[in-house]
C-alpha cells in the first residue's frame, strides 16, 4: 500500500468522524484543508434520485453563481456576419462557422463554453457525438443557442455554471477557489444548491436530493446536511 503524505494524512485527520455539517462549516473544513501550491477549486456535487435514462426525470440547468468561479473561461462561438463581430466584441475567445467545426472534427478543443445562433445549428449539429459527451453541445435549455451572443459571452465568462446530471444521477461543478472568502464560497454553495433543487424534474420519485459534499481538488471531500442546505 502506498505510504501516504504529510499534508494527505493531515487532511484526512482533520474530516474524520466530520459529517452532515453545515454549508459554512463544510466550506470552512474543506478551505483550511486546501493546502496545495496552486489555488485549488471547490468543488460540489450532489447525489440525486433520478434515473437519467428517462428523459422526464433528467436535470440540467445554468446558474450564474454570485461571486464567479474564479476560473477564466474560453468561449467559442459558432455564428456569421454581424453575430460574428457581436460576438468577438463581447470577448468570445474563438468565433467562426465551417472553419471552427473542422477544427473540431480534427481534435482540437481549445474552449470550455460553446455558444451557437439558431441558424448555426446544422453545421454544430455535426459535432453531437464530439461535443455532447464534453457537455458542451449548445443547448436552448441552458440559453447556449440563442441570437443574444452578447449576453451569453459576457454570461459565460461572468462567472455561470452550467450543470447536468450524469449516469449515476450525479451533479457537480466548481463553486469557486480556495483563494475566496468562506463567505462568498458559503453564497455560492447556497446558490447552485438552490438551482438544483428548482431543477427537480417531473418525474422524480422519492428523496430528490441524496447527498452533497464538498471537496477541493487535491483534498478530501465532506458530506453538507441536505435539509439544512435545502431549507436555508
Same mark, same amino acid.
Given at each position: 500500500?502506498?505510504?501516504? &503524505? ?6 484526512r ?54 461571486? &464567479? ?24 475567445d ?39 459527451p ?8 441552458? &440559453? ?49 444548491v ?36 435545502v431549507?436555508?
Amino acid at each position: 500500500m502506498a505510504k501516504l &503524505g504529510k499534508r494527505t494524512r493531515a487532511a484526512r485527520e482533520a474530516f474524520a468522524g466530520k459529517e452532515n455539517l453545515t454549508i459554512e462549516e463544510a466550506v470552512a473544513l474543506v478551505k483550511a484543508n486546501a493546502t496545495s501550491k496552486f489555488d485549488e477549486t471547490i468543488e460540489i456535487a450532489v447525489n440525486l434520485g433520478v434515473d437519467t435514462r428517462h428523459a422526464d426525470q433528467m436535470v440540467r440547468g445554468v446558474i450564474g453563481l454570485p461571486n &464567479g468561479t474564479g476560473k477564466s473561461m474560453r468561449v467559442a462561438v459558432f455564428a456569421r456576419g454581424a453575430k460574428a463581430d457581436e460576438a468577438k466584441e463581447a470577448g468570445a475567445d474563438i468565433v467562426g462557422a465551417e472553419d471552427l467545426m473542422e477544427t473540431i472534427q480534427g481534435g482540437t478543443i481549445e474552449f470550455d463554453r460553446c455558444i451557437a445562433t439558431p441558424d448555426m445549428m446544422p453545421v454544430v449539429g455535426r459535432l453531437g457525438k464530439i461535443l455532447g459527451p464534453r457537455n458542451l453541445m449548445p443547448n436552448p435549455k441552458v &440559453g447556449t443557442v440563442t441570437m443574444d451572443v452578447k449576453a451569453a459571452v459576457e454570461a459565460a465568462k461572468g462567472g455561470e455554471v452550467q450543470f447536468k446530471a450524469e449516469k449515476g444521477g450525479v451533479v457537480h461543478a466548481g463553486v469557486g477557489k480556495a483563494s475566496f472568502d468562506e463567505a462568498k464560497l458559503a453564497e455560492n454553495v447556497r446558490a447552485f444548491v438552490s438551482a438544483v433543487a428548482k431543477a427537480k424534474p417531473s418525474g422524480a420519485k422519492g428523496a430528490y436530493m441524496k447527498k452533497i459534499a464538498l471537496s477541493s481538488t487535491m483534498g478530501p471531500g465532506v458530506t453538507v446536511d441536505v435539509e439544512k442546505a435545502v431549507s436555508e
